[in-house]
């Protein structure tokens, strides 16, 4: 069974709560993936705003675990203050810690992102870091105090899907024991599964999902992925060959001429 | 007094974070509290005085990926 830091999860499908048509198909959605975990974020609160509140309730009234982000920041002292915001609103020291160094490509600042992940790991968070798939940046995580890590596959809402398999199989087989969240960039199901026969342990996912035509149907195609991807893993695949093999026996074969 | 609250000038007499959070019509156990760019915990509000020029930001829960 998967565990995040120490807390066993069953679901390998993480889900974001953002973009969808309303509150309603966002609930369906979470209830039909079975997810238990989902993504959270904090924003600015309107004088006599209650729109916070109501989210909030929908959200317990799910039972599922938050993990709140820290979407948008872009320094590490930025990323730090709204993480602890998020500990004070959502009451977890689980965070998705994201420090954005590029508008374009939303590439995480991987610089600012150790340096964040290393004061948080201090003050007792559990980070959850977006990073790349940079193997070197992987193990300065890991030093900083990270015990998961979430890279990308490719830019966060781009559905393209994983754009360096090489990269992505290179970090399963340098990172063994530690759990491996694909975060960003998938857009099909078939992608998930792609990720997930590499091994990997789970897949965050957000707008594949509710930017769907049906958000709580893609939401379970997702999941049947995810399942199916690691369960062929856990299987055992074949290796492409590059000569065809017979899959009918020839032993005993009738000989006509 | 001059607070800018969540990017917004306002003019106040009030100095304490949780009276200020009142009378603007903030409430809910899901709000969270910055002053100058330092997390002000809920338990810290009644106590926080404010000065002139504070940068606050009142932050809730919102949708997120």
């Known amino acids: ?257 | 007094m001059k607070l800018t609250i969540n990017g917004e000038d306002h003019q106040t007499d009030i100095s304490v974070l949780s009276d200020l959070l009142v009378s603007l019509d903030y409430e809910g156990d899901w709000l969270a509290t910055a002053v100058n760019g330092e997390l002000v915990h809920r338990e810290e509000r009644p106590g926080f005085t404010l000065s002139d020029r504070d940068r606050i930001e009142i932050l809730s829960p919102m949708q997120g990926g």
């Open chain 1, 1 to 257: 069974m998967l565990t995040l830091y120490g807390t066993p999860v069953t679901s390998r499908l993480l889900l974001g709560t953002s973009r969808y048509p309303s509150p309603s198909i966002l609930g369906d959605a979470i209830r039909r993936s079975k997810t238990e975990i989902v993504t959270v974020s904090l924003r600015r609160e309107t004088a006599g705003g209650k729109t916070g509140g109501a989210f909030f309730e929908l959200i317990r009234s799910l039972d599922v675990r938050v993990l709140p982000n820290t979407a948008g920041c872009h320094t590490a002292k930025e990323a730090v203050l709204t993480a602890k915001m998020a500990r004070e609103v959502f009451a977890t020291n689980w965070i998705k810690l994201e420090v954005i160094g590029n508008q374009d490509t939303l590439q995480p600042d991987v610089f600012a992102l150790v340096e964040a992940a290393k004061i948080l790991s201090e003050d007792g968070f559990e980070v959850f870091p977006y990073t790349t798939d940079d193997l070197v940046v992987a193990e300065r995580l890991l030093d900083a105090g990270c015990k998961v890590l979430m890279p990308w596959c490719a830019p966060i809402g781009s559905a393209m899907g994983p754009v360096n398999l090489q990269a992505l199989r290179s970090m399963r087989g340098h990172f063994p024991d530690i759990p491996l969240i694909v975060d960003a960039g998938i857009g099909r199901p078939s992608h998930a599964a792609t990720v997930m026969e590499l091994g990997f342990d789970a897949v965050l996912l957000n707008t594949a999902v509710a930017g769907a035509s049906d958000p709580a149907a893609m939401a379970e195609a997702f999941a049947k992925a995810i399942d199916a991807g690691h369960m062929a893993y856990e299987a055992g695949m074949l290796e492409p060959r590059d000569m065809a093999v017979p899959s009918t026996p020839v032993i005993g074969k009738a000989v006509f001429a």
